[in-house]
Structures are given as structure tokens and as C-alpha cells.
């Protein structure tokens, strides 16, 4: 098995339809117009985000949310993969009535239960949502600056890209920036090319979240190939939230042949039907990518991970490690 690794999945997203039914069920909540069958009811972005919401209402204590980090990381763990950043959102902790405080401590907690059992290693990204405005995305930052939790190590924002100017969030990710978080952003995925290169001009993020439609612009592509600066690609996510129509359409092979550095990440999986594991055999099998372009795939995640010298280094270890092995 290809060993993997993930930098792009939102905790919330990851809680699968079971999960989220027992926690409808400890809570008395009804679910009848939020889950049908094994499947989250949306039909479009803006559905998509309700459907989020309301399965993350029903993460309310400390326990609710380390049963979720360490259900997700070692279910990743079983398919083989290695390394797992997720997305925290204190906004969703705030709504849910945990402090941020509880809440990242509850999911770190849940994460070093995953790793005694698997092996894998977690960080946590705190997030901001776009739509929520500045004030709430400087609030994240603010939070991710102060809050010292050893498995916090980077600053994202997610939500709707078309939500206000770029130039409006600078303040948050120099916040984030100076306490030395690792910084990435979502663009390219509703928004397109311009989106990208504005989020690289006035965050400066080593990472962007999908930026896939950079592919709008041979220019830009250009200049993300020769900078370096990572794509946390999450195929199924951009045809399940129909930003291409099929997987014929996704520019993955084209960005991939122009030499930009890709990751691949499954993004809010059981709401798309998708697993980190399903990711990579799309890429083997849709993509058309070898054995070792796959390993490369993990080894350009461990790469830009948000971890220190150490960790890194024991990662790519354990990567090399299985390669030879193959
Ligand atoms: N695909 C996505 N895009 C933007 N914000 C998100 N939050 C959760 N999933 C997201
Ligand atoms: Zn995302």
C-alpha cells in the first residue's frame, strides 16, 4: 500500500453520517432533512455549508469532539496514511457553546489517542470562515497566536472565497504569521484565477486550499510551478460541489504536467462520498499516475507540512522506509 498523508480536511466535515446519527440521537435532535440513507442531504454550495453546520451542531462537549478527531485520524490510519492536518474551526466551537480553549484541547486529546493506537501523527490548523467577516477571522487568528497548543501549527481560512476583499484579511495572517503558524488559504475553488493570485500577493501563504483554477491562467501556473507554493488538491470535493462537471474536466494532470507541486486531500470526505484512500486511486486510476508519482504525491505533503525539523525528518523516514520495501 502507498503510504499517504492529508493537509487538507476540515474536522466538522469529517464526521461521518453514522457519527453525526449518534450523536442526533444522544442529543434528541431530528436528522429526517439532514442525512437520507448513509448520505448528507445538499445540493449546492450554499446547502453544502447549512448541511456542515447542522452535523457540527451536534459536537458540543470536550468528548464529543476528541470521539471525532480520533475517529477520523484512525480511520485515515487503517487506509495507510501517516500524517493528518486537520482544519479547527473556533467559530464552530463558539456555536457548539465550548470555548476554543476546550475545543482544540478536546481535538488535540483525540488526536494523541489516535496516534497511540495507530501511529499517526496529527497537527491541527486553526481556521477563520471567510463569510463570517474580518473581525472574525482576526478573532481566529488571535486565538491560533495565543493559544500554544503543542499540535497547533498552522492558520487557514475557508468558507466563501467571493466573501469580501483579500486585501481585508492581511491583518489575521500576520497575526498568524508572527506567532510562526504555517499559513495557507482556500482560493481557487469558487473563485477563479484571480482569486489565487491575490491570495499570493497579500497573505503570502506557502499552501493554497485547492487552487485549482489557477489552471484559468498559463501565467499563474507558471508562476506556482517555479515558487513552489503547494496545491492542497481535493478532487471528488470540486465535482461533488460541481466546480467541474466531471473528473475528464479537472485540470489535476495539466497543473501536474506544468510542474506545479500537488497534494491530494479528500476535503469534507463522508459529505462527498470520499476517503483519502478513494483520492489516491482516482489519481492512479482516472489521473493515470504511477506507483511513484503517488508516493511523490506524499512525500510533497510531508514536505510543507506544518511540523518541526524532527517530526518531519521521522516522517519522511517512515515514507522512504516504505519505498524501499515496495
Ligand atoms: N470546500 C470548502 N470550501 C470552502 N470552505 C469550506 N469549509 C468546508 N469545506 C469547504
Ligand atoms: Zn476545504
Known amino acids: 500500500m502507498v503510504l499517504k498523508a492529508e493537509i487538507h480536511c476540515h474536522i466538522e466535515g469529517a464526521a461521518s453520517p453514522e457519527l453525526v446519527l449518534a450523536q442526533a440521537r444522544k442529543y434528541n435532535v431530528p436528522t429526517d432533512d439532514l442525512i437520507r440513507g448513509d448520505s448528507f442531504i445538499w445540493h449546492d454550495f450554499t446547502t453544502f455549508l447549512a448541511a456542515y453546520d447542522r452535523a457540527a451542531d451536534l459536537f458540543r462537549t470536550e468528548d464529543d469532539y476528541a470521539r471525532l478527531a480520533e475517529h477520523y485520524l484512525s480511520s485515515l490510519a487503517r487506509d495507510g496514511c501517516i500524517y493528518s492536518e486537520v482544519f479547527t474551526s473556533p467559530d464552530h466551537a463558539v456555536r457548539a457553546g465550548l470555548s476554543p480553549q476546550a475545543y482544540t484541547d478536546a481535538l488535540g486529546e483525540g488526536m494523541l489517542r489516535a496516534k497511540a493506537k495507530t501511529g499517526i501523527e496529527g497537527r491541527m490548523i486553526v481556521t477563520g470562515v471567510r463569510h463570517f467577516g474580518v473581525e472574525s477571522v482576526e478573532a481566529a487568528a488571535r486565538f491560533a497566536a495565543k493559544c500554544k497548543h503543542p499540535l497547533v501549527s498552522g492558520f487557514g481560512m475557508a468558507g466563501d472565497e467571493r466573501s469580501g476583499e483579500t486585501e481585508d484579511y492581511v491583518r489575521a495572517f500576520e497575526i498568524a504569521r508572527e506567532a510562526g503558524l504555517g499559513i495557507t488559504v482556500h482560493a481557487g475553488e469558487f473563485g477563479g484565477w484571480e482569486s489565487v493570485a491575490n491570495a499570493l500577493d497579500h497573505l503570502r501563504p506557502s499552501r493554497i486550499g485547492h487552487g485549482v483554477r489557477a489552471i484559468e491562467n498559463p501565467d499563474l501556473v507558471r508562476r506556482i ?30 497543473l501536474h504536467a506544468a510542474g506545479c507541486t500537488l497534494t491530494l486531500n479528500s476535503d469534507d470526505p463522508p459529505f462527498f462520498r470520499t476517503s483519502l484512500k478513494r483520492e489516491y486511486e482516482i489519481a492512479e486510476k482516472q489521473f493515470g499516475l504511477s506507483t511513484r508519482q503517488l508516493q511523490k504525491i506524499t512525500r510533497n505533503a510531508l514536505e510543507v507540512a506544518f511540523v518541526d525539523r524532527q517530526t518531519r525528518r521521522e516522517l519522511l523516514a517512515r515514507l522512504d522506509a516504505s519505498v524501499k520495501l515496495r
Open 225 to 254: 510551478a517555479d515558487s513552489g507554493v503547494v496545491l492542497e488538491v481535493c478532487p471528488i470535493s470540486n465535482i461533488e460541489l460541481r466546480v467541474y462537471p466531471s473528473l475528464d474536466e479537472h485540470p489535476f494532470p495539466a
